[in-house]
């Protein structure tokens, strides 16, 4: 299966160097010309979106950058659809599990990939617009990811994300370690599944947890602060409450896809994470979903 990678962010490096049978689309897309040239050239099986705007240092750029966020992350992939389904390839797109905030009304608290998201930020509102306009699609799946945490040190993983605050806020979350949604990605390509799948590992991890286990396996002297979702804002941390949630993968179940649990797989990969820094491999990309 060749797979055709548009978006040279953090997401979309990382699935190239996984999967020898993708291309790593060098182009910059502006518009639906550029994807159909980009297709006609490598005629691959599938495309896989990694395209998009995050914002730097983090997602409150997005509140000030409206229009590019709404461009990068709702107009772009309709372009990327638009152009695969006049070529009749399967597209691939991430989205993310940031458009729930809180609970859902479920008696699990867990949000279902068909529920209605309640998007608060802009980046996350520019997400879920994506996700609407796509999700009934044929031959389009939506693989939604949360808090990506990864063993290579990069500026958009978890772990460093965390270690890097001197005042961390105490929450639980559904998380995706990166490893298992490469793999789960090229399933969902391989299968040419359609609709939206919530790509993170079964289980929440409080980022208490995570800090326990950089301690224990990275730097034992490492300290912080803890504070509530209230401090962030209140302390001019954050222009915005960040969302939380827990999500349910209903849908990767349906399609036989398993990941694994999320405490086993977050000590596995705080293991390779202390390897990685001893051994100073990283990645400086910042991260597109």
């Known amino acids: 299966m060749k797979i055709l990678i548009i978006g040279k962010g953090y997401i979309g490096e990382r699935c190239h160097k996984a999967w020898q049978d993708s291309v790593l689309a060098e182009k910059r897309v502006e518009t639906k010309q550029d994807v159909l040239e980009l297709l006609d050239e ?57 458009v729930f905030y809180g609970d859902s009304s479920h008696e699990d608290k867990k949000w279902r990939e068909n529920d209605f998201a309640n998007p608060k930020a802009v980046y996350s509102k520019a997400k879920y617009a994506a996700d609407l306009a796509l999700q009934t699609m ?84 490492f300290t ?23 999500l349910a993968s209903e849908n990767l179940e349906k399609v036989g896809i398993k990941m694994r649990e999320v405490h086993d797989a977050m000590r596995d990969t705080m293991s390779k994470y202390a390897e990685a820094k001893k051994a100073g491999e990283s990645s400086d990309d910042v991260l597109v979903c």
Not at 42 to 51: G, I
Not at 73 to 91: D, F, G, H, K, S
Not at 186 to 192: A, P, R
């Open 42 to 98: 490598h005629n691959p099986d599938a495309v896989l979106n990694a395209a998009g705007v995050r914002g730097k240092p983090n997602v409150d750029w997005c509140e000030d950058h409206q229009m590019e966020t709404i461009l990068g992350n709702t107009v772009l992939p309709i372009m990327i659809a638009q152009a695969c389904q006049e070529r009749n390839i399967y597209l691939l797109h991430i989205g993310s599990g940031c």
């Open 138 to 221: 044929p031959n389009i799946g939506i693989g939604r990811i949360r808090m990506p945490i990864d063993y290579i040190p990069s500026p958009s993983n978890m772990i460093d994300k965390l270690s890097s605050f001197p005042k961390v806020i105490d929450v639980e979350n559904s998380v995706t370690i990166i490893d298992d949604m490469v793999e789960v990605f090229y399933q969902l390509m391989e299968k040419k599944s359609e609709g939206i799948f919530h790509v993170t590992n079964p289980g929440t991890l409080k980022h208490r947890e995570i800090i326990d286990l950089y301690q224990e396996l990275v730097d034992p002297d």
């Open 224 to 246: 912080c602060e803890w504070i509530t979702e209230d401090d962030l804002v209140d302390q001019g941390l954050a222009k915005k409450h960040r969302s939380n949630n827990f």
